[in-house]
């Protein structure tokens, strides 16, 4: 589990206990990262968690997550690619460095994740793997072009791998939350923007797509209101979808300084 220290990667951890499963998580944050394994093993006293804090936007870190799981004596049944972040605002305007880790983070650490656990899930023939995408995959999205182009990445490259790995038995989902009560938008530093927003809970996100992986689908999109939301963006034209879409997402933009 990446990303687990709070929000969609610890609720993912809490649900996995509550199912019986160990868990192996990992965040930049150590002290974050214990406080959530002390909490769910006092919650679930036969749960066994082990935590390995990691920046996984830095190369060579997933190999090392990889290796590190590989050595715990037992195999990575799921897989949940949860780490990433998002920035609002103007594209030229934001830090270049700053979305070229959002890039190393939100797509590459993925893919290379992707990449190290699939082999052994297949020669298994038993495995899954669940990355976390969002609604902003469907559309793009100025003043949040880099973060949704991302997104519509590992929307389509996790599609595509669930059709090449279910024939091995593994089972890849793309999850795509809409806004969801978490620290994103703190991080993105756009809180206010999406004050008058009705968000989901990382309880009710978490829950929904993991009855979906039961179910093994493609994809997920969490929420009847964001599923209604994507369906009918479809019958509208892409210019003024696009057009509707950056004066919303301008607003929050100006709120913000990156």
């Known amino acids: 589990m990446t990303g687990a220290s ?3 990667g610890e609720e993912y951890a809490r649900q996995l206990a509550a199912r019986g499963y160990d868990l192996l998580l990992t965040a930049r944050s150590a002290d974050l990262l214990e406080s959530v394994s002390a909490s769910i093993q006092a919650s679930h006293p036969g749960c066994d968690v082990r935590v390995l804090p ?4 830095e190369r060579g870190a997933p190999q090392t997550l990889f290796d590190w799981a590989q050595q715990q004596g037992q195999p990575v049944s799921l897989l949940i690619n949860n780490a990433g972040f998002g920035a609002i605002g103007e594209f030229d305007r934001l830090s270049l460095d700053r979305q070229r ?9 993925l893919v290379e994740l992707t990449h190290l656990f699939l082999v052994p899930m297949k ?7 669940l990355n ?12 949040f072009a880099v973060y949704g182009a991302t997104k519509a990445f590992v929307l389509s490259f996790s599609n595509a791998v669930y059709e090449e790995a279910r024939a091995y038995g593994v089972h890849v989902m793309a999850v795509c939350p809409g806004p969801t009560a978490t620290r994103f938008f703190e ?6 923007a999406f004050s008058s927003v009705r968000m989901q809970s990382s309880q009710a996100v978490v829950a929904e797509s993991l009855r979906a992986m039961d179910h093994s689908r493609p994809w997920m999109i969490a929420g009847w209101i964001n599923r209604l939301s994507i369906l009918v963006s479809g019958f509208l034209p892409r210019r003024l979808l696009m057009r509707v879409i ?12 990156t």
Do not use: C, E
């Open 187 to 192: 991080n993105a530093q756009s809180t206010t």
């Open 246 to 257: 950056a004066i919303a997402y301008r607003r929050m933009g100006n709120q913000k300084s």
């Open 132 to 143: 976390i995408a969002s609604t902003a995959a469907f559309v793009p999205i100025a003043y």
């Open 54 to 57: 990691l920046d996984l936007s």
């Open 123 to 129: 020669a298994r023939r038993h495995g899954a793997i």
């Open 6 to 8: 709070y929000g969609l």
């Open 101 to 109: 880790q959002m890039i190393d983070l939100n797509v590459s650490s």
